[in-house]
C-alpha cells in the first residue's frame, strides 16, 4: 500500500500543517458551462441517439413511439416542463448533474435503457440501481449541526476493507452506474477506499461526499489515478465564520477551499452541496452562497432540505411550504433563465421528490451503513437487515414495498406537493 495512503485515521495537526488557501478563484480545470446555440446543438444529438437507442431496444414502431413520448414525458417531470439551458463540460464530458453518466458514453446508454425498462421491459440488461450511498465509515473530526450520521458517530463497528469490495462488487453484478462513498468522513478511512477502487473502480463510477477534512494533493492525485470521478464537498454557508460555526471547527471552511483546489489540481470534478436551513432560504443567503461558488469557478451545487434524522431528530427542522416554494423558484431561475446562464448547475433532488416521488427505498437506490445494514436512504433510516445476512434482492424488494414514507407517489407527507 502506498504511503499516501497508509494511514487509517489523520490528525488535526498535520492536516494543519498545510496553507490555507486565500485566493478568489480557486479552480482551473472544472470546465465550462455549455448554454445557448451550442447546447442547442448538442441537445438535438442527443435526441437522436435517445431515438437510436429505442430503435434497438424494442422492435415494434408503436413502442418506438410509445418510448419516444415516456422519455419525453420524464424529461419534463425531471426538468419542470422547461428544456435543458445549461450543461457542464468537463475532461472532455458533458454532463447535466452528478448523478448521471456523461452523455454520449457508455454508462449514459445503461441509464438510458434502465429507464426505458421501466416503460416496457426488454431483451437488454439494465443496472438494478441508478446509484448508490455508502457509509464507509463512521469516524469523523467535526460535530455538524445536521449530522444525519450523529447516533453512529466514531463508533468503531465497521465493515472491514475485504467486507466492503465484497459487497460492492455483489452490487455491482446487479448493475449500478455510480457508487458515492460517505461517512462519517470517508477520508478518514483511506485505505478502504483505495482497496475499493483498485477493486470494483472500472464497473461504476465512484465519487466521494466529503467536508473536505485532509484531501491533501498528494492524496487527491492518488485518487484520481485509481479511477475517483469526483469529489461532493459540503459548504453550508457562504461566510466563513458562519460555516465554521454550522461544523463546529475553527478551520472547517479552509478545509473546503483547499480541498477543492486540490481536487480540481488533480483532475477531480468538484461539486458542493448545502443544506438549506431556513436561516439559508433567504434571498441574500442563497444568493450569497451562488455568488460564492460561482467565483470559485465550480459547476455543480446540490442543495439539501434539513431532514428530522440524526442529530436534528426530534428538532423542528423540516422547511415550511413557503420555504419550499421559494427554494422551488430560484431553483428554477438559476437552471433555466438568461440571468444565470453562467451560474453552477443546481441538483434540487426536493424538487423531483414531490413531482416524481423517491428514487429512493429500493426503487433506483438504497443507502448501506458502514456496518453493513441496509437503509431507504440517510435521512429515512428505517433498518431492513444487514446485508450479509440475506439475499440482496429480499432487503430490496421488502424496502420497495414499504416506499419512501415522505415522498408518496410524489405527495410530501411532512408539508404538501407543490404543483
Known amino acids: ?113 434502465a429507464q426505458l425498462y421501466d416503460y416496457k421491459q426488454s431483451s437488454h440488461s439494465v443496472n438494478r440501481f441508478t446509484m448508490i450511498f455508502m457509509a464507509i465509515t463512521n469516524k469523523c473530526a467535526m460535530k455538524c449541526d445536521h449530522c444525519y450520521h450523529w447516533d453512529e458517530l466514531n463508533n468503531p463497528n465497521e465493515l472491514s476493507n475485504r467486507e466492503l469490495v465484497a459487497m460492492i462488487k455483489t452490487i455491482q453484478k446487479q448493475g449500478v452506474g455510480h457508487i458515492q462513498l460517505s461517512g462519517g468522513e470517508p477520508l478518514m478511512r483511506m485505505d478502504a477506499i483505495e482497496e475499493i477502487l483498485q477493486q470494483c473502480g472500472k464497473e461504476s463510477e ?18 484520481k489515478s485509481l479511477g475517483l470521478v469526483g469529489v461532493i464537498i459540503s459548504l453550508d454557508h457562504f461566510e466563513e465564520a458562519e460555516h465554521n460555526q454550522f461544523r463546529h471547527h475553527p478551520k472547517a471552511f479552509q478545509w473546503v477551499k483547499r480541498a477543492i483546489l486540490n481536487a480540481d489540481k488533480a483532475g477531480l470534478i468538484v461539486a458542493i452541496s448545502s443544506c438549506l436551513t431556513e436561516a439559508m432560504t433567504k434571498d441574500d443567503s442563497i444568493s450569497g452562497l451562488m455568488d460564492l461558488v460561482r467565483s470559485w469557478g465550480v459547476n455543480y451545487v446540490q442543495w439539501l432540505e434539513p431532514m428530522d434524522a440524526g442529530h436534528y431528530k426530534g428538532q423542528e427542522v423540516i422547511l415550511p411550504p413557503t420555504k419550499i416554494k421559494k427554494i422551488e423558484e430560484w431553483y428554477l431561475r438559476y437552471n433555466f433563465h438568461p440571468e444565470y446562464k453562467e451560474y453552477p448547475i443546481v ?42 445476512v440475506e439475499a440482496p434482492e429480499n432487503l430490496w424488494n421488502r424496502m420497495k414495498a414499504k416506499g419512501c414514507v415522505r415522498f408518496i407517489n410524489g405527495q410530501d407527507s411532512s408539508t404538501f406537493r407543490l404543483v
Open 1 to 113: 500500500m502506498s504511503q499516501v495512503m497508509s494511514s487509517d485515521t489523520m490528525t488535526i495537526s498535520k492536516i494543519e500543517e498545510e496553507s490555507w488557501v486565500d485566493v478568489t478563484h480557486i479552480t482551473q480545470n472544472q470546465g465550462l458551462i455549455l448554454t445557448g446555440f451550442k447546447l442547442q446543438i448538442i441537445r438535438l444529438r442527443l435526441q437522436l441517439r435517445l431515438l437510436w437507442t429505442i430503435l434497438k431496444t424494442y422492435p415494434s414502431p408503436l413502442d418506438w413511439m410509445g418510448a419516444f413520448r415516456y422519455m419525453m414525458k420524464l424529461r419534463k417531470e425531471i426538468l419542470g416542463g422547461k428544456k435543458i439551458k445549461k450543461a457542464a463540460m468537463i475532461n472532455g464530458l458533458i454532463r447535466m448533474g452528478i448523478y448521471t453518466p456523461p452523455w454520449f458514453s457508455s454508462g449514459f446508454n445503461q441509464f438510458i435503457q
Open 206 to 223: 465512484f465519487w466521494l461526499a466529503t467536508s473536505g477534512v485532509g484531501l491533501t494533493i498528494d492524496k487527491a492525485n492518488h485518487l
Open 347 to 388: 441538483m434540487y433532488p426536493g424538487y423531483h421528490q414531490r413531482r416524481m416521488g423517491c428514487m429512493f427505498s429500493g426503487k433506483k437506490s438504497v443507502y448501506i451503513t458502514a456496518n453493513g445494514h441496509v437503509q431507504a436512504c440517510p435521512f429515512c433510516q428505517d433498518d431492513f437487515g444487514k446485508f450479509d
